[in-house]
């Protein structure tokens, strides 16, 4: 069900959980307006994203419980895993430079794709809609 098109609606308390990563005022205001798109299509236990926004295009692939390698768009380099939790997807990565973890949510609530972000204390959503 998570399979589709989804862009970027709304952010909650995004700005404070960037500040919180450590990314600079510049960086925050045009990332606030990034127009992200992901692409999901999973099979199976694999997924296939392609993730596209003013800053890049991405294609990242994931089998879920299997740790891979990610850059976030400002070059910060995590490693994790998603897992499925019922009809959630939970993911736990954590930073290469500072080893603190990210934990991140995906979860469908009212036809709308919510992304909840937890970084040292700090929670923020994306909110996608459907294309
Ligand atoms: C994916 O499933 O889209 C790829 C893996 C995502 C890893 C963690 C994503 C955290 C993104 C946080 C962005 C906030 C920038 C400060």
């Given amino acids: 069900a998570f399979n589709g098109t989804w862009k970027v609606e ?8 960037m500040e919180q990563m450590g990314i600079n005022v510049m960086k925050r205001k045009l990332a606030e307006h990034d127009n992200l798109k992901v692409i999901i299509e999973r099979t199976g236990d694999k997924f296939h994203i392609k993730e596209s926004s003013t800053f890049r295009n991405k ?3 994931f089998t879920l419980g299997v740790q891979f390698e990610y850059a976030l768009a400002d070059g ?3 490693s994790g ?3 499925m939790d019922g009809d959630v997807l939970k993911g736990k990565f954590t930073r290469k ?3 603190k973890v990210l934990t991140t949510t995906r979860a469908l609530v009212g036809g709308e794709l919510v992304q909840s972000y937890n970084y040292d204390g700090v929670d923020a959503k994306r909110i996608f809609k459907k294309a």
């Fill in 81 to 83: 895993a998603w897992e």
């Fill in 10 to 17: 709304r952010n909650e308390n995004y700005d404070k959980f």
């Fill in 76 to 78: 910060t380099e995590v």
């Fill in 59 to 61: 294609d990242i692939e």
């Fill in 97 to 99: 430079d500072n080893s």
